[in-house]
């Protein structure tokens, strides 16, 4: 039961996009289509699972025992851009729309700091293999929830009569903080 609650944890409660505000660069970039968003949403899924996985063995069995743990970040790192990479690559053969469509945001989740901030959590924590790792699945579909609700509200907005001063990225800005209080009502359901 508590790997199920770490799960919805990651999604609701612990939210990184809206509760931590990490990873804001993709969600406020990629977030114009839901297409597009969800395009990115199954990336960063992908990412950040295999990233959790892939830091978690490299703490343990290599940066540990040679008493380097103070190596983590740049370890972290190397593993998340290599993923990325990988990830690059896949889309650009499978799926050469989407990978148009997503653009210079792919390449971003190297850096993006929502990945790197679940590995780090998930070290500090001091989480076993598979609650790191479904740490790293719930942060994820959290990240990717939360882009395709807001692509979803943008698209919406669109639509309307927004003030002069508010179109554009303001009411971007203002809808991402509505989603953020929203995201906060789910603070006292789960305590992990």
Known sequence: MNLILLVLAGIFVN????SQFLGICPFLG???KVETSAGMGVAVI???????AASWLVYNFILV???IEYLYNIAFILVIAALVQFVEMFLKKSSPSLYQALGVYLPLITTNCAVLGVAVVNMQKGYNFIEAVLN???GAVGFALAIVLFAGIRERIQYNNIPKAFEGFPIALVSAGIMSIAFLGFQGLIKI
């Open 15 to 18: 939210n990184y996009v809206l």
């Open 30 to 32: 990629v977030s114009k």
């Open 136 to 138: 790293g699945v719930g």
């Open 46 to 52: 992908f990412v950040i699972t295999l990233a959790c």
């Open 65 to 67: 025992p040679l008493k």
